[in-house]
């Protein structure tokens, strides 16, 4: 078995008791956990390497076949080749990349441990109110939808949108639920008429003409805004 420990240079990343592997055998990057991947976690796409993290740090394991036993680092992959990604590969990235955004923060963060109500994290800054997140990703422009069933309108609602723009570092969005109040070009409001053929939503309509009006809610200014509400309250 050859082993190596995790490599920046070949878009590996550690993130707290987290780490983003690149498969040695197949290429594919996967995400695993100290907390849940206890010992280790295979690649899911081709199962011959295993990715471990204990302690904050971390290092990959895998099947090495070839006559020489020098070790051969892997070829060096494009940082932020987000086509190479499943859709649930995808989906847990942006999930983490929120997570650890929000931590470094200083927010605390929570996972629900059943995902039945569209509340992918909570989370909190000190000893201020919960705030629910639902966590959307794309990877171009389009549309991406939240049932209203599971997103109701509320001051403790949001959804965290992660942008995966193909050679593009990720940009990340924090909008508040209430924004639907109003909807416009871009947050909009389909119930679809009397038919019924689709359930009632709330939707982003992603284009290049109306991307501008994603601007006010960046996930740092939406940040900023909630740590001076909490200030605000902390001293009122």
């Known amino acids: 078995m050859a ?11 550690l993130y707290g008791n987290n780490a983003a592997f690149c498969c040695p055998a197949c290429q594919k990057v996967f995400v695993v956990s100290g907390f849940l991947d206890k010992n280790g976690r295979k690649c899911p796409g081709c199962g011959k390497s295993t990715g471990y993290v204990a302690n904050e740090t971390a290092f990959i394991e895998w099947e090495d076949r070839s006559e020489s036993s020098e070790q051969i680092p892997p070829p060096p992959m494009q940082r932020y080749r987000w086509s190479r990604l499943n859709k649930q590969q995808v989906g847990a990235y942006a ?6 955004e929000l931590a470094m923060h200083e927010f605390q963060v929570y996972s629900p441990e059943v995902d039945d109500r569209g509340i992918d994290l909570v989370t909190r800054f000190y000893s ?3 705030i629910a997140i639902q966590v959307k990703s794309v990877r171009d422009f389009g549309y991406v939808f ?22 593009e570092p990720p940009e990340l969005f924090l909008i508040p639920s209430r924004t639907w109040e109003k909807p416009n070009a871009c947050f909009v409001s389909r119930d679809y ?11 982003v309509n992603l284009s290049k003409k109306n991307i501008h009006l994603l601007q006010p809610f960046a996930f740092e200014k939406t940040i900023a805004r909630l740590c001076a509400q909490a200030a605000a309250a902390h001293h009122s």
Not at 146 to 167: C, G, I, N, P, Q
């Open 3 to 13: 082993k190596r420990k995790l490599d920046p240079a070949n878009n590996e990343e």
């Open 95 to 100: 999930e983490y990349f929120v997570k650890m």
């Open 128 to 130: 201020n109110p919960l």
């Open 146 to 167: 939240m049932a209203k069933s599971k997103f109701t309108l509320s001051d403790e609602l949001y959804l965290a949108l992660v942008l995966l723009f193909e050679m």
């Open 193 to 203: 008429g009397d038919d019924k053929t689709s359930p009632p939503e709330w939707g």
